[in-house]
């Protein structure tokens, strides 16, 4: 939820405090890559114990009771006393003329669980997110400006939750597009509908109280970004030849003429089947 946070206030609010969450490629595809790495449970072991040996300890849940945080850590690497934090995302780097480095979401999010470690005891300096998609690691250092950073994005989430106020949404922001929430959150709409009070509250206040000579009121938005709905391509099939078989192969309908095979129609294509005349459904 850090990482939400800093990704989204208002996306944050709606999924921490109103408890409002929906499915995208994105999530299902994070969900099913966590799925594989928590697959197998490894102990951590403790800060006194943690020698020269290399130890993966994986799905290490830990928490701060300070900052009040609690993470579900992917992987936890142990080498020569000291621990590193790794995060699996199944997307790519941030890349930028310098070479690649974290996402801002992804950086904090990882910071989070140093400082978990910290407070548990462990030596922790850095942090590594393994991008799936591109097979990379890349790694960052705990310095002291990413850690006051973090601590006040934990602070900042927690005010918000507190206040019961959800944020504006972000104006013409290429984050919207892509969220999972957007069709809920309407940020074009909702700023859009903003700004048209915005304009009527000033029209009567000019009304009441006319402007010096050269001052105008200016109100301006870009028009909203269409939303883009998912494509209905199942379409209705009609059978109304007589003497027609129907019968079923895994998920594919074959209609059969006599012995011989007319026609496949896979099942996920279609939206509803219509039987007329003499025809005869086989299983």
Same mark, same amino acid.
Request: aromatic share 6%; hydrophobic share 35%; proline share 5%.
């Given at each position: !939820? ?7 206030? @208002? ?9 409002? %969450? ?7 595809? *994070?969900?099913? =890559? ?34 009040? #945080? ?7 690497? #142990? ?9 699996? $995302? ?16 992804? @950086? ?12 548990? *005891? ?10 799936? +998609?591109?097979? =990379?690691?890349?790694?960052?250092? %705990? /310095? ?7 601590? @006040?994005?934990?602070? =900042?989430?927690?005010?918000?939750? @507190? ?17 999972? &929430?957007?069709?809920?959150? &309407? ?11 915005? =304009? ?5 206040? &000019? ?6 000579? *050269? ?29 027609? +078989?129907?019968? $079923?192969?895994? *998920? ?5 003429? $006599?012995?011989?095979?007319?026609? /496949?129609? +896979? ?5 509803? &089947?219509?039987? !007329? ?7």
């Amino acid at each position: !939820m850090v990482n939400e946070f800093v990704y989204c206030p @208002r996306l944050f609010f709606y999924e921490w405090v109103d408890g409002v %969450f929906r499915e995208s490629v994105d999530t299902v595809e *994070g969900t099913l =890559q966590h799925q594989r790495v928590d697959a197998k449970t490894d102990e951590l072991p403790r800060p006194e114990d943690a020698g020269s040996e290399v130890i993966h300890s994986r799905s290490v849940t830990l928490s701060s009771e300070r900052l009040r #945080v609690i993470a579900k850590m992917d992987l936890v690497e #142990v080498l020569e006393g000291s621990v590193t934090p790794v995060d699996y $995302k199944h997307g790519h780097p941030r890349e930028t003329d310098s070479g690649i480095e974290l996402w801002p979401t992804d @950086r904090v999010q990882l910071a989070v669980q140093g400082l978990i470690l910290s407070e548990n *005891g462990y030596a922790c300096e850095e942090g590594v997110v393994y991008y799936v +998609r591109t097979r =990379q690691r890349v790694r960052v250092a %705990f /310095d002291d400006n990413l850690l006051s950073e973090t601590e @006040r994005a934990i602070a =900042q989430a927690w005010e918000l939750a @507190r206040s019961g106020a959800i944020p504006s949404p972000l104006e013409d922001s290429p984050k919207c597009p892509g969220c999972s &929430l957007v069709g809920i959150c &309407l940020p074009d709409e909702t700023n859009t509908l903003r700004v048209t009070l915005a =304009q009527e509250t000033a029209a009567i206040q &000019l009304n009441l109280f006319p402007a010096e000579a *050269g001052e105008a009121a200016e109100c301006s938005h870009a028009e909203p970004r269409r939303l883009v709905t998912p494509r209905d391509d199942l379409r209705p099939l009609y059978l109304n030849t007589q003497g027609a +078989r129907v019968g $079923k192969s895994g *998920g594919v309908l074959q209609v059969r003429d $006599k012995e011989d095979t007319r026609q /496949d129609v +896979r099942i996920a294509e279609i939206c509803q &089947l219509n039987v !007329m005349g003499n025809v005869q459904l086989t299983t």
